[in-house]
Structure formats: structure tokens, C-alpha cells
């Protein structure tokens, strides 16, 4: 079989939060690239054939992504490469595709359950809502974009490392957003399990360092991550008032009785 590379989602983080396909793209790779944000070693390891080469690509020293492109081409083999969430949110998707077609590599991408949509669904709200919320999702490294995008919709999804909360939070007061604006900030522990935290925009450094993350995170800002009872609920329909119909007249009916003449019998 001719090369192949793989790009899966590896979902949020939980161990029964990754597709089917996905499980069976990583059981039969020959190489995994991976990031100890997208999956830990330790269960790598317990997913993967004995022979799988796998690749931390969070090693500076590590094999260049490239070359283990060029190799699979020689050596006719599989790649996977783990992405968090989902990879439609990887900003590097169209290019890592774009490399394969110039290489001859085929292309498969496997979704995953995003980040957001996993803290959503933790703290029991929807992302998009009529009247209520529409949710744009942002990488936080250019924070500049974070702040022109801060007032243009009712909740942000930031990805972001931790460690610049207070960028991040004076980005988005700069942008317009008051200090008391409701935010979740959801990381992932070394059990593969992610922890979600509500908080507000002034607290959000502060609950950082309280929780000691530092790494990756997802920032949930705005409108849906108000507790419902804040919400104001969208004006319901006026109902339709149809005219009334006369009732039709109740119709007599009368039954003709059939009358029999008795023949009259002579006394004899």
C-alpha cells in the first residue's frame, strides 16, 4: 500500500471521548505523531502495535515532521498524527494537506469531539442559541485579532497557553468587554480528564495560578456561559387568532310512523 497520513482528532482529552475510527487509524499506524496535549505516551503506548515508532513532536530535537513524511513515502508506511479536539481548528490543516499532495501521500482527516462542544456540554449549555449566543473560535496567539473580535460576537473560544491570562484579559477589556463578563476556563489533567472552572474576566489570572496551569488551554467567554437564569429569553410567537365559524344549524329530522288498518271481524 502506498504511503498514508492520517489526521485525528483525539477529542478532549477523555479516554471514551475518541471515535471508533479514530482508535482503529491509531491501532494500525506505523508512526505517531503526537503532542502530550493531543494524548499521553503512557496510553499511547496501549493503543498502538508493538512495532509503532511514536514521535513526540513537543522535542525540539525531535525528527522534523517532513522527514517523517519523506520516509513513509520510502518505506510505504502509515502515519497518524494526533490532534486535540478536533483538527478542523487546526490552523495548519490546508498546508499539512497541501505537503502530502506534493509528496504523493493520501489524506484521510478523522474528526473528534471539540474542545468546545466537550466544555459546553460540561457545564450544560449550547454555543449557539437564537437570541442568545453564536460562538467564534480563536487561536490566542495573536491577540491583537482577540481584541478586534472581542465586542463582534457573544462568546469567544480562545486557545491559548494559560500562562498568558493577563494578556489574554487585557486584550479583551481593551476590546471592549466589562471585567465581570463570565468566562470558563476548561485544561487538561495528567488524567487525560479535562477540569472546567467558572470564573469572570477580572478573576481569571488569579484562577489560573490558583489551579496551576500553565499549558494549553481553552478559554470559554461571554453569553454562553451565563448561568440560564441570566438569560433573557427570546419574545414568543404571538399566537394566530383564527375567526371563529358559525356553528351550523342543528337540522330536525322527523320519522313518518307507518300505520296498519286493523280489519274489523263480524260477530257471528
Do not use: N
Request: include cysteine.
Amino acid at each position: 500500500m502506498p504511503a498514508s497520513l492520517t489526521i485525528v482528532g483525539a477529542g478532549p482529552g477523555a479516554d471514551d471521548l475518541i471515535t471508533v475510527r479514530a482508535a482503529r487509524r491509531i491501532a494500525a499506524a506505523d508512526i505517531v505523531l503526537y503532542t502530550p496535549a493531543a494524548a499521553p505516551l503512557s496510553w499511547l503506548r496501549t493503543q498502538t502495535k508493538d512495532e509503532a515508532e511514536l514521535i513526540d513532536l513537543g522535542v525540539p530535537a525531535g525528527e522534523d515532521v517532513l522527514d517523517v513524511l519523506r520516509r513513509a513515502v520510502r518505506d510505504k508506511l502509515a502515519v497518524v498524527r494526533l490532534h486535540p479536539g478536533d483538527p478542523a481548528a487546526w490552523p495548519e490543516l490546508r498546508a499539512q494537506r497541501e505537503t502530502c499532495t506534493r509528496l504523493g501521500i493520501d489524506v484521510e482527516v478523522v474528526p473528534g469531539v471539540s474542545q468546545e462542544s466537550a466544555v459546553a456540554a460540561s457545564l450544560g449549555v449550547a454555543l449557539v442559541e437564537p437570541a442568545h449566543a453564536d460562538t467564534v473560535v480563536v487561536s490566542g496567539q495573536d491577540l491583537t485579532r482577540v481584541k478586534d473580535l472581542a465586542t463582534k460576537s457573544s462568546t469567544l473560544a480562545v486557545h491559548a497557553p494559560a500562562a498568558r491570562a493577563d494578556d489574554l484579559v487585557a486584550a479583551l477589556t481593551a476590546g471592549g468587554l466589562p471585567e465581570d463578563t463570565p468566562v470558563a476556563l476548561a485544561y487538561q489533567g495528567t488524567d487525560r480528564e479535562m477540569t472546567v472552572v467558572r470564573t469572570t474576566l477580572r478573576d481569571l489570572p488569579a484562577t489560573v495560578k490558583q489551579h496551576k496551569v500553565w499549558r494549553s488551554a481553552l478559554f470559554l467567554i461571554g453569553t454562553a456561559v451565563r448561568p440560564s437564569r441570566t438569560r433573557v429569553a427570546p419574545r414568543a410567537p404571538e399566537p394566530v387568532q383564527r375567526a371563529k365559524e358559525p356553528e351550523p344549524k342543528p337540522v330536525r329530522t322527523t320519522t313518518a310512523r307507518r300505520t296498519t288498518k286493523r280489519r274489523k271481524t263480524a260477530k257471528r
